[in-house]
C-alpha cells in the first residue's frame, strides 16, 4: 500500500535549528500557519537529506509543504510526525509555485531503526 501524501498551505511562522542525534539522525522542524477562518499553527519536520528544503526559507514566507503522515510507538506511547519532502515558496496573492526543492524520492518513507532509540 503506497503511503498517502497530504500539503499544507500557509505562513511560515518558526524554523528551528537542525538537531542531530547520537545516532546520526538529524531533523529539522518548522511551523506553518494556516490562512483560515481559523488559523492553525502546525508544527512540520524535515528529516535527513531534506533538511536542506527549509535552507532557503524565512519566517513570514507563504509556502506549500508536501507531507506524509508517520506514526510510531515508542516506550507505550504514540506519536505522529508530519515528514515534508517537498516545499514551495508561493507568490504573495497567488498559488503559483516557485519551488525551493522537490524531489521525492525512493526513501519518502523514512523511518527510525529499533537502534536510534529516538521516538521522532
Not at 508544527?43 to 532557503?56: A, G, M, P, Q, T
Not at 504514540?78 to 519551488?99: C, M
Amino acid at each position: 500500500m503506497a503511503s498517502k501524501t497530504y500539503e499544507i498551505e500557509g505562513v511560515v511562522k518558526v524554523v528551528e535549528d537542525m538537531q542531530t542525534f547520537d545516532s546520526g539522525f538529524t531533523k529539522r522542524e518548522f511551523v506553518v500557519t494556516t490562512e483560515e477562518d481559523y488559523p492553525q499553527d502546525v508544527k512540520l519536520e524535515c528529516v535527513k537529506d531534506r533538511c536542506s528544503l527549509l535552507d532557503n526559507v524565512s519566517v513570514g514566507d507563504r509556502v506549500m509543504a508536501a507531507f506524509n503522515l508517520r506514526g510510531n510507538e515508542y516506550n507505550g506511547r504514540y506519536y505522529v510526525n508530519l515528514q515534508a519532502w517537498r516545499l514551495s515558496k508561493l507568490e504573495d496573492g497567488s498559488n503559483a509555485k516557485a519551488a525551493v526543492a522537490a524531489s521525492p524520492a525512493e526513501d519518502d518513507n523514512l523511518t527510525l531503526d529499533d537502534s536510534d532509540n529516538e521516538p521522532f
